[in-house]
Every structure is written in C-alpha cells, then in structure tokens.
C-alpha cells in the first residue's frame, strides 16, 4: 500500500491547470450550467480563501470560496470541491472543507453557503436553508441548499437573491466573464 505524503495548501494560479481537470473528472462539461457556476462566472473566486491538496507534489483535490451577498448575508459560496477518483474516500474532501469553512470564519464571513448533498455535508456543520429562501441565478434543489451560519440572525437574513460580491480581494488577472470572453471573441 502506497504511503500518501499529503499536503495542504492556500490556491495559486500555478493550480488552475490541475484543478481544472480535477473539476473535469468530477463534475463534467455540464458543471458550467449549474446554477453555483453561474454566480461563480460574475466575478473571481478568493484565492485567499481557495485550497488544493497535493500528494507528493501532484494537485489531487481542491476547494474554492467565492464572496457573495446572500440576502442580507456577507458571506461565502463553497465550491466546487473535487478530489480526484484515485483519492477519494480518504477525508481528503472534508478537510478540504474544514479548511476553507475556519478560513472563511477567521476573515470575519457571516455564512458560508453551498448546494450539495446533505448527508455529505451536515456532519461538517452544514445547515438546510429554508426552502426557497435564496434565489439562484439558475434552477437549484432548495433542499440542496446549505449554510454554515458564523453571524447573528443568519438564517432569516437569507432571504433574497444570491450573488457575487466584490470583497476587495486581489483580482484575478486571468479572470474575466462569460460575457467578457464572449464580447473579446466577437
């Protein structure tokens, strides 16, 4: 049995060809239709914030966290979080959360928010948004929708609509928008 020699890290662009095909492993062409990546195209993701997890030197999972305004909430959507297949049932995916959740709380966040599967994620303190609390800028499953609330009041200021917010973070110079992109090759 192969020793794993893993590591935890704060994202870099030297990341992004890796993570990109994690994300192609995981989630397929289809994830650009899902309604989290449409508010993750509005704007870039929070290096800062955004994780990978190396095996002797190769990326084999990450987690990225986008600033959004959720309602009336300040705070973080989580996603997406992939590990590559030949890693996966190891809790490489829940440290990656942990990780990216207490990151999230130390920055002064009020919530951090994502659209997955609740048994996965409930026992790392997830919660269930009320149902049809939010409105996502595509179809979500409202019982998908969950949050780690880190502020007062949380759960009733989640009402409202759910968008990128500029934090003031470092912009990613490689980042632009599906409608920028789309405008430069016209």
């Given at each position: 049995m192969k020793k794993h020699d893993l590591v935890y890290l704060t994202e870099d662009?030297?990341?992004?060809p890796a993570i990109e095909v994690i994300n192609e492993e995981a989630f397929g062409p289809?994830?650009?239709?899902?309604?989290?990546a449409r508010i993750r195209e509005q704007g870039p993701h929070d290096r800062s914030l955004s994780f990978i997890c190396a095996d002797d030197g190769e990326t084999i999972a990450s987690v990225r966290m986008t600033a959004v305004t959720a309602g009336s909430v300040k705070g973080h959507l989580l996603g997406p979080l992939a590990v590559r297949p030949s890693h996966k049932n190891k809790g490489i995916g829940r440290e990656l959360v942990r990780i990216a959740v207490d990151a999230a709380r130390r920055r002064g966040s009020e919530a951090v928010i994502l659209v997955g599967d609740?048994?996965?994620?409930?026992?790392?303190?997830?919660?269930?948004?009320r149902h049809g609390a939010l409105e996502f800028p595509g179809p979500v499953d409202p019982a998908?929708?969950?949050v780690v609330p880190m502020a007062p009041d949380v759960h009733a200021r989640l009402a409202g609509v759910i968008a990128w917010r500029d934090d003031g973070a470092a912009p990613d110079a490689g980042f632009a928008t599906r409608s920028e992109a789309q405008g430069a090759a016209a």
């Open positions: 662009a030297s990341h992004d289809g994830r650009f239709a899902r309604a989290a609740p048994p996965y994620y409930q026992p790392l303190g997830f919660e269930k948004v998908r929708v969950l």
